[in-house]
């Protein structure tokens, strides 16, 4: 008997300790880290990766602040890192584990939600612009107000995100994306009153659907959305809107209540290796920030104008803290209204 | 001994009989889930509706009734009442369409009603999601109803039905139908034909004979149906986001996005609240008609 106990001991230790040294618990954007990569670094580093996904940014900290899950590894877009870095939710990331973070362009280092760059690492970089179809739009969109004329109504698909549809009003107006007061939103208001009636479908999952199927002919969407377009038919051109495209970055950062704060380096060093981020880009073609990833990258993929678009100044939203609501009530209040 | 005859007796209704120690013990289960996922989430969701948020969307507790004020303002009031009315028209075609069905249904064969049957809930085989994408690729303009209908020449243009109220009514009765079929069925089935041919016998027309004989013996089945459909219908939200392509907000999309999007889970607690109210007052009228009837 005494031999039994003592064994199921040893293999119950045996397993806790094999579970622990072996596992990363992944939380990241559905569709964004592909398989490939995921079973590429078990094989090498035989450490189990579970893979937990969100649909936003919004609904990763609900889950983060819910407790009850512990994440090694989560995915946040760059003002939910700000927030999280601002209430000391994150654990500092140690360069020197890092090794190929040197193949990060400094760009993108260093940015607004991460100055010191101690808790983030750039993981793609996206922007928000218009799609058009050209083969049934002929004449020139340079910009939002091109977009959300009368004459296209019923023909235009933007990403369901509140905050979004009220950025564009904002820089169409020519005020700061970022500050949202009461003031603002009352001169957003007509504005975005008119805009959301000339739309057909809101749809931040897929908005490319509608746009392939033929439903609409514009859209202002994700750039991977627009990028994945262009793949598909080069009908589909990208614009980054005059009045002032929203790039922003998606970030991996370490939870303050991480388990396995090793094996997140090591993943995180094994996707910065150029041929494994080569991978990622293949399969979700948002912009990589990984500069001798890119070299690894077909012409047509770098050509992608959605993948990469010239911009300049990159100028990503930044937390408003409780000022989501006023965001909230608005939009709520406009769709309804129609 | 008490406990055994509290079981045996159990068949026959005693006012003011308590049961043994068994009937509570064959009860606790069903105490248990009820309280771990009815009391405590209500409990939970009432406390919230009357907290505050911080900056990051916690809940704070500091008593506020700023959420209810909020819930009651004419936006919110404006959205309960179109999603009750979608909902209610939903409930409204599920009777039409469904009534006739369980009725063919409860009167097939014995082996005709088992393989009826089976077709009314075959579709529950598949996921309700996918079911839901099906319908995309049916009602898109470039899709299997539009060219079905251009090529029997009934419509001329291809046809703009996505992305609009009639599509997610489509969607709403399209979902719930199943939930209006089987408790008619189960009414229908146990209505003695021999009454409906006493009617027709003593000079009732058939429009007479369903209303005065067929409606009020499958009333129950009705009213199961109609809560059935009625309740759930007023919170989707998922149908309307795909089908309706979140033009117009249900109260089902207003609550959800509190919990991500703006992050300000005392109002969505609150407009649950509300929501949760509304649902026992509507089964609290429906219940005292039925007992009327």
Same mark, same amino acid.
């Given at each position: 008997?005494?031999?039994?106990?003592?064994?199921?001991?040893?293999?119950?230790?045996?397993?806790?300790?094999?579970?622990?040294?072996?596992?990363?618990?992944?939380?990241?954007?559905?569709?964004?880290?592909?398989?490939?990569?995921?079973?590429?670094?078990?094989?090498?580093?035989?450490?189990?990766?579970?893979?937990?996904?969100?649909?936003?940014?919004?609904?990763?900290?609900?889950?983060?602040?819910?407790?009850?899950?512990?994440?090694?590894?989560?995915?946040?877009?760059?003002?939910?890192?700000?927030?999280?870095?601002?209430?000391?939710?994150?654990?500092?990331?140690?360069?020197?584990?890092?090794?190929?973070?040197?193949?990060?362009?400094?760009?993108?280092?260093?940015?607004?939600?991460?100055?010191?760059?101690?808790?983030?690492?750039?993981?793609?970089?996206?922007?928000?612009?218009?799609?058009?179809?050209?083969?049934?739009?002929?004449?020139?969109?340079?910009?939002?107000?091109?977009?959300?004329?009368?004459?296209?109504?019923?023909?235009?698909?933007?990403?369901?995100?509140?905050?979004?549809?009220?950025?564009?009003?904002?820089?169409?107006?020519?005020?700061?994306?970022?500050?949202?007061?009461?003031?603002?939103?009352?001169?957003?208001?007509?504005?975005?009153?008119?805009?959301?009636?000339?739309?057909?479908?809101?749809?931040?999952?897929?908005?490319?659907?509608?746009?392939?199927?033929?439903?609409?002919?514009?859209?202002?969407?994700?750039?991977?959305?627009?990028?994945?377009?262009?793949?598909?038919?080069?009908?589909?051109?990208?614009?980054?809107?005059?009045?002032?495209?929203?790039?922003?970055?998606?970030?991996?950062?370490?939870?303050?209540?991480?388990?396995?704060?090793?094996?997140?380096?090591?993943?995180?060093?094994?996707?910065?290796?150029?041929?494994?981020?080569?991978?990622?880009?293949?399969?979700?073609?948002?912009?990589?920030?990984?500069?001798?990833?890119?070299?690894?990258?077909?012409?047509?993929?770098?050509?992608?104008?959605?993948?990469?678009?010239?911009?300049?100044?990159?100028?990503?939203?930044?937390?408003?803290?409780?000022?989501?609501?006023?965001?909230?009530?608005?939009?709520?209040?406009?769709?309804?209204?129609? | 001994?008490?406990?055994?005859?509290?079981?045996?007796?159990?068949?026959?209704?005693?006012?003011?009989?308590?049961?043994?120690?068994?009937?509570? #013990?064959? %009860?606790?289960? *069903?105490?248990?889930?009820?309280?771990? !996922?009815?009391?405590?989430?209500? &409990?939970? +969701?009432? $406390?919230?509706?009357?907290?505050?948020?911080?900056?990051?969307?916690?809940?704070?507790?500091?008593?506020?009734?700023?959420?209810?004020?909020?819930?009651?303002?004419?936006?919110?009031?404006?959205?309960?009442?179109?999603?009750?009315?979608?909902?209610?028209?939903?409930?409204?075609?599920?009777?039409?369409?469904?009534?006739?069905?369980?009725?063919?249904?409860?009167?097939?064969?014995?082996?005709?009603?088992?393989? #009826?049957? %089976?077709?009314? *809930?075959?579709?529950?085989?598949?996921? !309700?999601?996918?079911?839901?994408? &099906?319908? +995309?690729? $049916?009602?898109?303009?470039?899709?299997?109803?539009?060219?079905?209908?251009?090529?029997?020449?009934?419509?001329?243009?291809?046809?703009?039905?996505?992305?609009?109220?009639?599509?997610?009514?489509?969607?709403?009765?399209?979902?719930?139908?199943?939930?209006?079929?089987?408790?008619?069925?189960?009414?229908?089935?146990?209505?003695?034909?021999?009454?409906?041919?006493?009617?027709?016998?003593?000079?009732?027309?058939? #429009?007479?004979?369903?209303?005065?004989?067929?409606?009020?013996?499958?009333?129950?089945?009705?009213?199961?149906?109609? +809560?059935?459909?009625?309740?759930?219908?007023?919170?989707?939200?998922?149908?309307?986001?795909?089908?309706?392509?979140?033009?117009?907000?249900?109260?089902?999309?207003?609550?959800?996005?509190?919990?991500?999007?703006?992050?300000?889970?005392?109002?969505?607690?609150?407009?649950?609240?509300?929501?949760?109210?509304?649902?026992?007052?509507?089964?609290?009228?429906?219940?005292?008609?039925?007992?009327?009837?």
């Amino acid at each position: 008997m005494k031999i039994i106990r003592l064994l199921t001991a040893v293999s119950f230790l045996g397993f806790v300790s094999g579970t622990r040294a072996a596992e990363l618990n992944l939380f990241a954007w559905s569709e964004y880290v592909p398989q490939t990569v995921i079973d590429g670094f078990t094989k090498e580093t035989k450490i189990k990766v579970n893979y937990e996904t969100f649909a936003s940014g919004e609904e990763m900290l609900a889950k983060m602040l819910a407790g009850g899950a512990s994440y090694d590894l989560v995915q946040p877009p760059d003002y939910i890192a700000e927030v999280l870095i601002r209430n000391k939710l994150l654990t500092p990331i140690d360069a020197k584990k890092l090794p190929n973070l040197k193949n990060v362009a400094p760009e993108f280092l260093g940015m607004p939600h991460d100055p010191e760059q101690k808790f983030t690492v750039p993981f793609m970089i996206g922007t928000v612009g218009i799609v058009v179809n050209t083969d049934v739009v002929k004449e020139p969109i340079r910009g939002y107000k091109d977009v959300f004329q009368p004459k296209f109504k019923n023909r235009i698909v933007v990403v369901n995100d509140n905050r979004e549809l009220v950025s564009w009003v904002l820089v169409t107006l020519g005020l700061d994306q970022n500050d949202i007061t009461p003031a603002n939103l009352a001169k957003v208001k007509p504005v975005l009153a008119e805009w959301i009636k000339l739309v057909k479908v809101f749809d931040s999952d897929s908005p490319k659907t509608a746009l392939l199927s033929g439903e609409v002919d514009l859209g202002v969407v994700w750039s991977g959305e627009a990028a994945r377009l262009y793949e598909e038919d080069k009908k589909f051109a990208y614009i980054l809107p005059e009045e002032g495209a929203h790039p922003f970055v998606d970030v991996m950062a370490i939870p303050a209540n991480a388990e396995n704060v090793d094996a997140a380096h090591k993943f995180l060093d094994y996707i910065l290796r150029p041929e494994v981020s080569k991978l990622i880009s293949d399969e979700f073609p948002y912009t990589n920030p990984n500069l001798e990833a890119r070299k690894l990258l077909s012409e047509e993929q770098l050509e992608n104008p959605a993948s990469y678009p010239k911009i300049e100044n990159y100028d990503t939203f930044r937390d408003i803290g409780k000022a989501a609501t006023l965001i909230d009530q608005l939009v709520t209040d406009l769709k309804s209204a129609q | 001994m008490s406990a055994a005859d509290g079981m045996s007796q159990s068949g026959v209704s005693q006012a003011g009989r308590r049961p043994g120690v068994a009937g509570w #013990l064959m %009860l606790a289960p *069903m105490l248990v889930w009820l309280a771990a !996922f009815v009391v405590v989430p209500m &409990a939970i +969701l009432a $406390i919230y509706s009357f907290c505050e948020r911080d900056e990051l969307g916690r809940v704070v507790f500091s008593f506020s009734t700023d959420s209810y004020v909020r819930v009651f303002s004419p936006v919110y009031l404006g959205i309960f009442a179109r999603s009750i009315g979608y909902a209610a028209l939903t409930t409204a075609i599920c009777i039409v369409l469904g009534f006739p069905v369980a009725w063919v249904i409860a009167r097939a064969s014995e082996a005709w009603r088992a393989r #009826l049957l %089976l077709l009314v *809930m075959i579709p529950f085989w598949t996921s !309700f999601l996918i079911r839901t994408y &099906a319908w +995309l690729t $049916i009602l898109k303009s470039d899709g299997l109803l539009s060219a079905l209908l251009q090529h029997i020449r009934i419509v001329g243009a291809p046809l703009e039905l996505l992305y609009t109220p009639t599509a997610v009514v489509i969607g709403l009765v399209y979902a719930y139908l199943p939930f209006m079929i089987l408790p008619i069925y189960a009414s229908a089935e146990k209505l003695d034909v021999a009454l409906v041919e006493a009617a027709h016998d003593l000079g009732c027309g058939p #429009l007479r004979t369903f209303r005065e004989v067929i409606v009020p013996l499958t009333k129950p089945g009705i009213y199961a149906g109609v +809560l059935l459909v009625f309740v759930p219908a007023i919170g989707m939200f998922a149908i309307t986001d795909l089908m309706g392509g979140a033009r117009v907000p249900m109260i089902g999309n207003v609550i959800q996005n509190q919990f991500f999007q703006a992050r300000d889970w005392p109002f969505g607690a609150a407009l649950g609240v509300v929501f949760t109210l509304m649902f026992v007052v509507s089964y609290w009228i429906l219940q005292r008609r039925s007992a009327a009837a």
